[in-house]
């Protein structure tokens, strides 16, 4: 039979990379080959690719990001700068070959750890774990209406309001409103920004399975939300959201233009994405009728000595929210996209 290697992936292989993920279960839209390009390019950290193959097919694949900062150190991460990551393989001899060769790398970069970001379940049981974030997933029905109604009450209220409001969306694939209403809103939560070339690089490289979904009231934008398209799922990802959108309930009715545009797409499943127990953005999505479904974050301890807590639970990391909303939002758009490449 013929033996299983593994190596690091090169832009010869992207098409193939692409069409794996696709086609397996436990692909997702923060494993497609593109994010190489768009981390490296734009937020100048460098990625390592890892795909497991057997007579030139591939069986299984693991993109990593090498995350190098000042602040919180130097690690290993499938995926920095997403919420899901981790082994995706055919065979357990696949995910055994690509966990070894990343724990080799681990330790030939001499990393303070090597992080999997699971969705489903631990590759690692026995890894050190954390238990802060969540997903909320939940399925579209094929007929509009069904979803509206399917929202609680109280929600349902809100669309209402942000559509007697005058509330209009529209679809674009342009930075020009959205970029500035990020900006905004970011810095409102005190949270650097991503760089400009960031998100152009991001409708470069994953073209229609990507758009951004803006409100407008008289022509003014309320808030807008970059959305990542992967099979029959939507994930409403990057959101701006103004001062402006809590009077009208804009940022309901933006989600709900986001799940009807979907369901109009094709789309099935509706991802919110990660939020923090505690937080409002968990207390939303679950007004919303979607239920947590716990994250699997497993750390593989390099040099490090304990799980790292780059997170708001750190009181060092609260204060840094608090001096970032004080800032000028001049100087922290200015200051953002050279500390958010070091948050990982």
């Not at 030139?56 to 130097?74: A, D, K």
């Amino acid at each position: 039979m013929t033996p299983l290697t593994v190596r690091a992936a090169t832009a010869a292989d992207a098409v193939a990379w692409d069409a794996y993920v696709l086609g397996a279960p436990g692909g997702t839209f923060f494993h497609r080959f593109g994010w190489r390009r768009v981390i490296e390019e734009s937020l100048r950290q460098p990625c390592h690719f890892l795909l497991a193959e057997r007579a030139g097919r591939i069986e299984g694949v693991l993109p990593l990001g090498e995350v190098r900062s000042v602040l919180f150190g130097h690690t290993l991460i499938s995926m920095p700068y997403s919420v899901y990551g981790g082994i995706v393989a055919d065979t357990a001899e696949a995910g055994l070959a690509l966990d070894g060769a990343a724990r080799e790398l681990a330790d030939r970069l001499g990393v303070g750890h090597l992080e999997y970001r699971d969705r489903d379940a631990a590759a690692h049981p026995d890894w050190p774990t954390t238990d802060l974030y969540a997903t909320f997933r939940k399925a579209l029905d094929p007929e509009v209406e069904k979803n509206l109604q399917a929202i609680p009450r109280k929600q349902r209220a809100m669309v209402r309001k942000g559509i007697k409001a005058g509330l209009k969306s529209e679809v674009e694939r342009d930075l020009a409103r959205f970029y500035p209403a990020f900006c905004e809103s970011w810095h409102r939560l005190g949270t650097p920004v991503f760089p400009r070339r960031y998100f152009a690089l991001l409708l470069e490289e994953f073209g229609d399975d990507l758009d951004i979904v803006t409100v407008t009231q008289d022509g003014r934008v309320v808030c807008c939300v970059m959305n990542y398209y992967f099979r029959e799922e939507v994930w409403p990802y990057f959101a701006g959201i103004t001062a402006a959108a809590r009077a009208v309930a804009g940022s309901d009715f933006m989600y709900w233009e986001v799940m009807r545009l979907a369901v109009e797409r094709g789309c099935r499943l509706f991802d919110f994405g990660r939020s923090k127990a505690g937080t409002g953005s968990w207390d939303f999505k679950h007004n919303w009728g979607f239920e947590p479904q716990p994250l699997h974050y497993g750390y593989h301890l390099v040099r490090a000595a304990a799980v790292p807590e780059n997170n708001p639970n750190n009181p060092t990391y609260r204060l840094f929210i608090k001096a970032w909303q004080s800032m000028p939002r001049p100087l922290a758009n200015f200051l953002g996209p050279h500390i958010i490449r070091q948050l990982g």
